[in-house]
């Protein structure tokens, strides 16, 4: 059984950093691609950040690219999303997800990629 668990969500002001971790247990870490989602109040969810399973990809969405960044630690079995210069229109759940990428440097940018997801963690941003 895969498990992940997201951690570092909070209340940031805006402006300001934050930074999300996943942890994932059950399986070698390493066999995964792993993504980010988010859904904010109202919407559906959408795909934020990608990377392959060797750490060598990343892919993000348009409109996050250049503040959002994605990390992983194999040795850790972790993915890290960085968040910058938070705006109240990025508060939303963050959920990380983890999809079975046989490429090692291949990314997943679908959710209906993945096969497994975490139970979110909840980012507020004041303004």
């Known amino acids: 059984q895969v498990q992940l668990v997201e951690s570092g969500g909070g209340l940031v002001q805006a402006g300001g950093p934050l930074r999300l971790s996943c942890v994932v247990s059950g399986r070698t870490f390493s066999y995964y691609a792993m993504g980010w989602f988010r859904q904010a109040p109202g919407k559906e969810r959408e795909f934020a950040a990608a990377?392959?399973?060797?750490?060598?990809?990343?892919y993000y969405s348009d409109s996050l690219k250049g503040r959002f960044t994605i990390s992983r630690d194999n040795a850790k079995n972790t993915v890290y999303l960085r968040l910058n210069s938070l705006k109240p229109d990025d508060t939303a759940v963050y959920y990380c997800?983890?999809?079975?990428?046989?490429?090692?440097?291949?990314?997943?940018?679908?959710?209906?990629?993945?096969?497994?997801w975490g139970q979110g963690t909840q980012v507020l941003v004041s303004s």
């Open positions: 997800a983890a999809a079975e990428a046989g490429l090692l440097n291949n990314v997943v940018v679908r959710s209906k990629g993945y096969a497994y």
């Open positions: 990377i392959s399973r060797s750490g060598s990809t990343t």
